[in-house]
């Protein structure tokens, strides 16, 4: 099966940019989807394909994928967008397989 | 806007059933694949499972399959999960997604989300 790995945690300090892997086995020849989670909230979808933002999400939030890493990058992070942090993505033999989830803390 | 209301949840046995629920509006539900995903509370996301506009093509997450089964039924706006022989390790949030294409290719992703309802398996 396909397994996906994300840090459990990553720190930052307001206005300055996180940055969250996720990795996979040549992850870079699949589409990788982020959603944002807020406790007792369902989860939003950030940055799909890869780099692509859905209408009403801040240009803040980027996407990248290569090799076998892609990563969520959320510049001048601010207080709200402290969360958990799921990326996703589609193998033929696994189905959809989302990483562990990365909390972002705002410190 | 769209919205997703998922309904059925509660507390079970292990060994029993319960039918989840999802009313769709807000866009063409029939021109859309949908999932079911859950989520025990305090860890992760996990697909379980998704099924095409049409319900011709759908699929199911290992740990279910034989025990879950899912539909929709279009002329309703509606998604369900049936499930059965439930397992305390079933015990989870299960949220209704719409998936971002009509046909249940992989080529999607999960473009809106309801609130979630939360089974619990237990004696």
């Known amino acids: 099966s396909y397994v996906v790995t994300q840090p459990p945690s990553v720190s930052v300090a307001p206005g300055q940019t996180a940055t969250i892997a996720c990795g996979g086995n040549n992850i870079g020849s699949k589409s990788v989807h982020w959603y944002q989670q807020k406790p007792g909230q369902a989860p939003v979808l950030v940055v799909h394909d890869d780099s692509d933002r859905p209408s009403g999400i801040p240009e803040r939030f980027s996407g990248s994928n290569s090799g076998s890493t892609a990563t969520l990058n959320i510049s001048r992070v601010e207080a709200g967008d402290e969360a958990d942090y799921y990326c996703?993505?589609?193998?033929?033999?696994?189905?959809?397989?989302f990483g562990g989830g990365t909390k972002l803390t705002v410190l | 806007e769209v919205q997703l209301v998922e309904s059925g949840g509660g507390l079970a046995q292990p060994g029993r059933s319960l039918r989840l629920s999802c009313a769709a509006s807000?866009?063409?539900?029939?021109?859309?694949?949908m999932h079911w995903v859950r989520q025990v509370p305090g860890k992760g996301l996990e697909w379980v499972s998704g099924i095409s506009w049409d319900s011709k093509s759908l699929d199911y997450v290992d740990s279910v399959k034989g025990r879950f089964t899912i539909s929709r039924d279009n002329a309703k706006n509606s998604l369900y999960l049936q499930m059965t022989s439930l397992r305390p390790e079933d015990t989870a949030f299960y949220f209704c997604a719409k998936d971002s294409q009509k046909y249940y290719d992989g080529s999607g992703y999960f473009d809106s989300w309801g609130h979630g309802t939360l089974v619990t398996v237990s004696s």
């Open positions: 996703q993505v589609w193998d033929l033999n696994s189905d959809h397989v």
């Open positions: 807000g866009f063409s539900f029939n021109d859309c694949a």
